[in-house]
């Protein structure tokens, strides 16, 4: 005898489950693209060093896969691992960073299970890629002075601030999206 599992699947492949037949084959989501990706990670570069911090910037379309990485020169070797973590946390959870990690820290020890996943931080500098309400890619920061985590003071909110400036670089081309 098949488990209820297995024949939902059989089912649903069959459609003879409500909804499922004739479902729709191909679907269309929207991403951040490669140029759009670029210009952010410059410009957020751009901003880090008029403070004169030396950063890694990550920029992730929609589905989490890497479009840019941009280590300056002088920047730490770990910024660029955790310059992804930071990007990928704010896609996945569709908020900044250092936010999931605030909520985190309150419910914390029921809330520990995710930090085990890979690619997910606590740590400020990653924010969210929106084009009106949907989340079409995620920017990352790593390297300002002090950005070891959430409140360590200075180092994540400078990370999210020079995120913020790239995202702000691009937002007139997000909101034509």
Known sequence: MKSNGTWLIVAAALGLLPGTAG???IV????????AALELASA???ACRKHGSRVTITVLDHAGRTKVVLRDDGSNPH????SLRKAYTALTYK???GDYGKRAGKSFPGSHGPL????ITTSAGGLPIRAGET?????????TPGSGGAGSGGGGAADEACAQAGIDKIATSLSGS
Request: net charge negative; hydrophobic share 45%; charged share 10%.
């Open 116 to 119: 085990h996943l890979a690619n």
């Open 95 to 97: 908020m900044p960073s």
């Open 28 to 35: 269309v989501e929207r991403s951040l693209s490669v140029g």
């Open 44 to 46: 957020a570069l751009d």
């Open 23 to 25: 479902a729709q084959a």
């Open 79 to 82: 910024s660029v691992e955790h």
């Open 135 to 143: 989340v079409v890619g995620a920017v990352g920061i790593s390297g």
